[in-house]
């Protein structure tokens, strides 16, 4: 594929935002037009990987300018199998937002592509300032849709989350340009491939570069800094939740995870910092759950709990540990939104998110309830779903790695989240809704016993299904994680690609 | 030295700013701030080293570094934008800080 594609796969969504939000109200082809830009997307992302599943990396510098002075774009297997995972979940919480409601809000359709653009930058670009840049942009219409999506419930619950959410990523945002502006002082260059290694060779490069990535594991909602996730999540509308869980926080984890293989070239000095934040991540994430009393935000606690799992891939860095950590990163992406779906379609029909005001779903909502427990098993790792292969390989590569304490922490804390899962899955679908609390909400004109229908219920099913289908074939998608994780081991040829542009 | 002290007094009073509870004085605290990480970025251009480019026949490696300064433009235009954004929020939601306030 002719390399000059990769530009044009953050370009051309936000050429079509631009359309799209000039459009008049209620325009009919607006949705069509996103729908395909969003599909054309995924299908790129698709190719890319057949182009580098053997490990090869694809790299542009935007406008033909000569490498080192140009913009770096370059798609490797992990960037290629990123986008698309971040494809389909958009395409998916899409879908659930134009039949939840959400997707009539004005201006929805040109906030979606806006982060499309964003997050495709992010996951294409090779050099620190721009993916500064591209994070901004992701954020802007994530503002705009978190406030705008919840605005009927009043504007007091929206604008509360929005100020949390705004204010920490502005913070984050803040010192990750400082950590930019000190690399550029010390390494006189912001190039990820210009900067290939030069953390191990150089502290004061390591500490500038280290600015950078405390600020990405705070946006990834990394212990100490999590609260703000479970606060600032549940208070937009489901579907927004849900595309956010997908592609927010695990942008950043992408961004982790390639800054620390390709500038500190897997530097083990530093690796126990990880393996200590991301333990207490998984713990404080599934404890934090037990307090909660909406479904949101129990999974929200659990995104925290999980978000310890994947990093820990990271934090371990071997073959087996990296490779384990993608495909835990994958896996989780689309098991999250699915849950957030579901428990969204139960949500947007019954009104409420509190446990105990809606009951005995499984009875009338058969689908919903097989798409709830598929992605929750899935969730808790338990066979044949994906997240059994995503446990057992990262659990499996902390033993090897010697770190059994981590590896023990990770099979106790999977114990509580299917605890958690049970909490859930029981006073939503079982039990019967307790009399007081219904009465509350009926009070508050909302009609309980509706039913939630196909229509709400197929894209957290369709995610579901794909989490079987990775749990059932797994092997295909391992085989990927491995060439992805080689690739982060070895970064020459991605190096190559960023300095030389072309296929390497 | 001037540079650095200056960065210095602007995140400490940044900091200051944004321990306040009030959402107004929070959004005047990141105006201070990114100031301050914007002097970071043109400290990075080598400021202390470098001349203003006036001239002609300058040398690239005397005179100030362009691409700094191009990050800064970028940083402020993003800074702005949400800037606004947040007073927008800093208003709208006026009424029911003080009930939780209270509460």
């Known amino acids: 594929m002719n390399d000059a594609v990769l530009p044009l796969l953050a370009g051309v969504p936000l050429g079509v935002a631009g359309l799209v939000a000039m459009a008049p109200r209620g325009a009919r082809w607006v949705l069509p037009l996103t729908f395909a830009t969003l599909i054309a997307s995924l299908v790129v992302a698709v190719v890319l990987v057949a182009e580098t599943r053997d490990g090869s990396s694809i790299g542009h510098g935007v406008a033909g300018w000569p490498a080192g002075i140009s913009i770096p774009f370059v798609a490797d297997v992990f960037s290629s199998l990123m986008l698309v995972v971040t494809g389909l979940l958009s395409l998916v919480c899409t879908w659930f937002a134009v039949v939840s409601g959400t997707g009539r809000i004005h ?24 993916l500064f840049v591209f994070i ?26 929005s100020r ?29 491939g210009e900067l290939a290694g030069a953390a191990q060779e150089s502290d004061a490069v ?114 087996a540990g990296l490779a384990a950590g993608i495909f835990y990163l ?13 428990a969204g379609a139960v949500e947007v029909r019954h009104g409420s998110a509190r446990l105990d005001a809606v009951g005995a779903v499984a009875r009338r909502e058969p689908w919903l309830a097989a798409a709830f427990a598929m992605a ?50 029981d006073a939503v679908f079982v039990s019967a809704p307790r009399e007081d609390a219904s009465a509350e909400t009926a009070g508050g004109g909302v009609v309980t016993e509706q039913r939630v229908g196909m229509k709400l219920t197929a894209p957290g099913l369709v ?17 990927l994680t491995q060439v992805a994780a080689a690739g982060l081991l070895d970064t020459s040829g991605y190096v190559a690609a960023v300095l030389e542009g072309g296929v390497r | 030295m001037s540079l650095a002290l200056t960065i210095g007094v602007l995140t400490a009073g940044g900091v200051y700013l944004l321990l306040d509870r009030t959402f107004l004085r929070l959004v005047l605290g990141f105006v201070v701030l990114s100031h301050a990480v914007n002097l970071v970025l043109f400290a990075a251009g080598g400021a202390d080293r470098r001349v203003e480019p006036l001239g002609s026949n300058l040398d690239p490696g005397a005179v100030s570094d362009a691409l700094p300064q191009a990050f800064v433009l970028t940083a402020i235009v ?14 709208t939601g006026e009424e029911s800080e003080s009930e939780e306030e209270t509460s």
């Open chain 1, 164 to 192: 949390l959410y705004v204010t920490f990523n502005l913070f984050v945002s803040t010192l990750f340009l400082a950590g930019v502006g000190l690399t550029y002082g010390i390494a006189r260059t912001v190039n990820l």
């Open chain 1, 330 to 342: 994958l896996h989780h992406m689309i098991v999250k939104a699915s849950l957030f779906l579901s």
């Open chain 1, 107 to 130: 201006l929805f359709a040109p906030f979606v592509l806006v982060l499309t653009a964003g997050v495709n930058g992010v996951l294409l670009t090779a050099d620190l300032f721009n």
């Open chain 1, 376 to 425: 929750a098993l899935s969730l808790a790792g338990l066979p044949p779903f994906s997240g059994f292969v995503a446990k057992l390989t990262i659990i499996l590569a902390a033993f090897d790695a010697g770190h059994a304490a981590v590896a023990a922490t990770a099979i106790v804390v999977s114990l509580l989240t299917l605890l958690s899962m049970l909490k859930i899955w």
């Open chain 1, 206 to 319: 390591a500490a500038a570069v280290g600015v950078c990535l405390v600020a990405l594991s705070m946006k990834a909602a990394s212990f100490p800094a999590y609260g703000w996730l479970a606060r600032a999540y549940p208070s937009t509308s489901p579907a927004v939740t849900a595309l956010f869980s997908g592609l927010h926080t695990k942008v950043a984890i992408y961004a982790i995870y390639r800054i620390y293989a390709v500038v500190f070239d897997g530097d083990t000095r530093w690796l126990w910092i990880g393996l200590v934040a991301f333990s207490l991540t998984m713990v404080v994430g599934v404890l934090g759950a037990v307090g909660e009393n909406t479904t949101r935000s129990i999974l929200a606690f659990h995104m925290v709990s999980q978000i310890g799992y994947i990093l820990l891939g990271v934090a371990i860095f071997t073959a």
């Open chain 1, 463 to 479: 995610l579901a299904l794909v989490t079987l289908g990775l749990g059932l074939g797994a092997e295909g998608l391992l085989s």
């Open chain 2, 78 to 91: 993003i800074a702005f934008s949400i800037t606004v954004y947040m007073l927008v929020l800093a208003i």
């Open chain 1, 136 to 161: 901004e942009v992701m954020l802007l219409p994530s503002y705009g849709l978190l406030i705008l999506a919840e605005r009927r419930r009043g504007t007091d619950r929206s604008v509360r989350g």
